[in-house]
């Protein structure tokens, strides 16, 4: 289906993180755009205010007749929403053209340059800072982001010059096997999404088909040390990258009174004195993957020099809500152990003397199941855990899974205690907190408002 010849597009799934920053692109172009969602939140709330149509029941009785013409309506769903949904069911039984996210995705990487980020963790905030200095570069950049950016308030990127975009490419449901990238970087490769892929040569499998994608003109820039050998087409040029190793890494590392500082060194041209915006340790390889990707777009070495101080981050990735000489707290997204292991060890480098205490709320029986004893490995480098409820997203209980596998192999001698969600903030307010993390990419997110109101006034 041609975009130009499309009147409405409706979104089954319209308040997911990436699902959104598409509604905002149609919205752009003057589409009727509408859909569907479980439950409102800020998000779609935020989305019907920009003029999107979102109701938040599985009736078919509930879509407009806005989007209703089968030649004039594309169908955009998540594959997180399940197949016997009644929506999803009737757009395919009455002839629509029904796309996965992705697909729609990979429509625009054939249209435009792609510049994509892959990878089980630190796809969000490396993409989201590769638009941030493309936009203040000559180059400039569109970007469809996995979370919304501090400095824009949104997900969504849009120029009328540039014929650069980028992209968050997801692996859940081998989704980003419909880009056409004609630069990527990968970032790591620790198993995920097992309920997928099955096994870990599966899923390293899956980021290898990836890598055949890349256009014959294009870039790969891969983490050095992987686990993954790349099979790309003839005329790819193929780089590494670590924060003290690779073909783009950092010398120099300076880190204390709240800053860190580098020289970046690249085989497009060195960089010196580069400041974090975000200054956490993890930000400084995420950084240069980053400014790897800028460069390969052409923004020069003064643009990235200048513009990387003022990266604000992305909501929910490290992201401060309250820091003073009493009390810092702060949410993440963290939900794969390696995530949870990178984020303990920068608050470890930013608070050596500090009681750390996490709030982990596990997404996924699936992904609890096949990784409790790392997520206990993980959380065992905290000084105290509080672990919630499994938050079951798109799946069904499993028998036997629960919080409690994690809990029961936590390092002997750490503070735990299993908490529902719903007594989350009695337990917060009576008890004693000197650094405060909130974990995991389930709706834990909601009650951060709230816990900073509890501990604002410490």
Not at 243 to 253: M, V, W
Not at 367 to 372: E, N, S, V
Request: proline share 4%.
């Amino acid at each position: 289906m041609d975009v130009n010849t499309l009147k409405a597009v409706y979104f089954i799934g319209a308040g997911g993180i990436g699902m959104s920053a598409l509604v905002r692109y149609f919205l752009s172009k003057g589409k009727t755009v509408g859909g569907y969602d479980r439950t409102p939140t800020e998000l779609t709330r935020k989305l019907e205010e920009e003029g999107a149509s979102i109701h938040y029941e599985d009736n078919v009785e509930g879509i407009s007749q806005d989007f209703l013409d089968a030649q004039t309506t594309l169908v955009v769903y998540t594959p997180a929403i399940p197949a016997e949904h009644k929506e999803l069911t009737f757009f395919r039984q009455q002839g629509f053209e029904v796309q996965k996210r992705a697909q729609v995705l990979g429509m625009l990487t054939r249209t435009e340059r792609g510049l994509c980020v892959a990878g089980t963790h630190g796809k969000t905030t490396t993409s989201t800072l590769a638009a941030y200095l493309l936009d203040h570069s000559h180059v400039g950049c569109n970007a469809f982001l996995g979370g919304i950016s501090k400095n824009y308030g949104t997900n969504l990127l849009l120029s009328d010059t540039s014929d650069f975009v980028v992209i968050e490419a997801d692996e859940f449901d081998r989704s980003f096997h419909w880009l056409t990238p004609y630069a990527s970087v990968i970032t790591a490769t620790d198993s995920d999404h097992l309920d997928i892929y099955g096994d870990h040569a599966a899923y390293v499998e899956s980021f290898r088909k990836y890598t055949s994608l890349i256009r014959p003109d294009g870039y790969l820039i891969v983490k050095k040390g992987i686990d993954l050998t790349p099979d790309v087409q003839p005329g790819v040029t193929v780089y590494t990258y670590a924060t003290n190793e690779g073909d783009f890494h950092a010398t120099n590392i300076h880190t204390g009174n709240g800053e860190i500082t580098f020289d970046y060194v690249s085989p497009l041209g060195n960089i010196n004195g580069i400041r974090l915006g975000v200054p956490v340790y993890v930000n400084i390889e995420n950084g240069i993957a980053a400014m790897a990707l800028a460069q390969i777009a052409g923004a020069t070495a003064d643009e990235i020099r200048a513009a990387m101080p003022g990266f604000r981050g992305v909501d929910r990735r490290f992201d401060f809500k309250l820091k003073n000489d009493r009390i810092v707290f702060l949410s993440d997204y963290a939900h794969h152990p390696a995530e949870i292991r990178q984020s303990v060890y920068s608050m470890r480098m930013l608070y050596p003397d500090r009681k750390i205490t996490a709030v982990f709320q596990p997404h996924l029986y699936t992904r609890t199941r096949d990784f409790y004893k790392d997520f206990a490995d993980s959380l065992s480098l905290l000084d105290e855990v509080i672990l919630l409820d499994i938050y079951p997203a798109r799946e069904e209980p499993i028998a036997g899974v629960s919080s409690r596998l994690i809990y029961d192999h936590l390092r002997p001698g750490i503070e735990k205690s299993l908490c529902h969600k719903e007594d989350l903030l009695d337990t917060l307010r009576n008890k004693k907190l000197d650094v405060l993390i909130t974990l995991g990419a389930g709706d834990i997110d909601n009650y951060v408002p709230q816990i900073y109101e509890i501990l604002k006034d410490r």
